[in-house]
T-cell receptor, first 114, second 113 residues
Framework: AQSVTQPDIHITVSEGASLELRCNYS??????LFWYVQSPGQGLQLLLK??????LVQGIKGFEAEFKRSQSSFNLRKPSVHWSDAAEYFC????????????FGSGTRLLVRP | GAGVSQSPSNKVTEKGKDVELRCDPI?????LYWYRQSLGQGLEFLIY????????KSGLPSDRFSAERTGGSVSTLTIQRTQQEDSAVYLC???????????FGNGTRLTVT
């Protein structure tokens, strides 16, 4: 079965600074990889996904993520953070075991300093 | 409807009572998931329905939890003899196919007193 780890519970960055949120997974093959964002009082929204092909994927709101097979990682990045990016970010891994299952990490809460 | 609908949005119940949470997925979506999000925690997988296949119940925390999906559409999550540790936000999500992006409902906030 797959598992996913987000090692940072909280991250604080200044507005305009760059951002990288870490995600590591465990699975025997290449899984489907997703990043979702949960803004305060709102539901979860898909930022981007990786299934195959180009390992650098672009998402909405200026986010990108890079799949690194050798590191079993799928880190989320943004070159310049805006105050509205303050939210909880979840990495998710979809893979087949006895059936397909989508498992979420524990989340990273992003705080943005003015 | 345009999105995944969950009801009720909030539920307060006494310890020991049974509760039913409802999810109306997006029409035509074959995959439906239930997750639980406790305060300050991530999303805990509970159960997954895909088409007419047997559901994956591997995430249900105890036999007090059960779920069904009638006619491949509406799903109900039932918690029997609720405990205080069941207090959480229960999220439902659906997707067009098993590996399509999920569309989440706004959740049901369950409080067990």
């Amino acid at each position: 079965a797959q598992s996913v780890t987000q090692p940072d519970i909280h991250i604080t960055v200044s507005e305009g600074a760059s951002l990288e949120l870490r995600c590591n997974y465990s699975y025997g093959a290449t899984p489907y990889l997703f990043w979702y964002v949960q803004s305060p009082g709102q539901g979860l929204q898909l930022l981007l996904k990786y299934f195959s092909g180009d390992t650098l994927v672009q998402g909405i709101k200026g986010f990108e993520a890079e799949f690194k097979r050798s590191q079993s990682s799928f880190n989320l990045r943004k070159p310049s953070v805006h105050w509205s990016d303050a939210a909880e970010y979840f990495c998710a891994v979809g893979a087949y075991d006895s059936s397909y299952k989508l498992i979420f990490g524990s989340g990273t809460r992003l705080l943005v300093r003015p | 409807g345009a999105g995944v609908s969950q009801s009720p949005s909030n539920k307060v119940t006494e310890k020991g009572k049974d509760v039913e949470l409802r999810c109306d997925p997006i029409s035509g979506h074959t995959a439906l998931y239930w997750y639980r999000q406790s305060l300050g925690q991530g999303l805990e997988f509970l159960i997954y329905f895909q088409g007419n296949s047997a559901p994956d119940k591997s995430g249900l925390p105890s036999d007090r939890f059960s779920a069904e999906r009638t006619g491949g559409s509406v799903s109900t999550l039932t918690i029997q003899r609720t405990q205080q540790e069941d207090s959480a936000v229960y999220l439902c999500a659906s997707s067009l196919t098993r590996d399509s992006p999920l569309h989440f409902g706004n959740g049901t906030r369950l409080t067990v007193t």
